[in-house]
């Protein structure tokens, strides 16, 4: 499973999560769970005090392709879009890495070729 967004401990279980501005916390669950609503069939809510959540961290998933580091942002059946995290454009380039931003480079990779995939909290 690729995470890449926010998750909050609330009552001793991780979920997925996105902190309000207004001091609350959305927590998501993808199965039924107790006094969270339905949005969808798959997706439930429940919002929540910040003041109640026992840890909010960022997660996100990296691994190594052709011996750099990248995040993976997307997959695609057997594919899977990575994004450089090595900031050097000339490894970049040299990789044949599209340039999708200033300083940011993306490419599908065949997942085959996908190694040392982990969970990073940033």
Known sequence: MIRDGYVARWLGRD???AP????EIRLYAPEP???????????FRRIVPASEVEELRYV?????????????????ETW???????GRAPVAESL????VDQGIWQAWAPG?????????FV
């Open 33 to 43: 769970t107790d006094g969270f609503e339905e949005l969808r069939p798959g997706r």
């Open 112 to 120: 085959a070729e996908i190694e040392d995939v982990r969970e990073e």
């Open 60 to 76: 996100r998933t990296t691994c190594r392709w052709r011996g750099e580091r990248f995040v993976i942002v997307g997959e695609h």
């Open 96 to 99: 044949g890495l599209d340039r």
């Open 80 to 86: 899977v879009r990575v994004e450089y995290a090595g």
């Open 20 to 23: 309000g501005a207004d001091g």
């Open 15 to 17: 979920f997925e999560a």
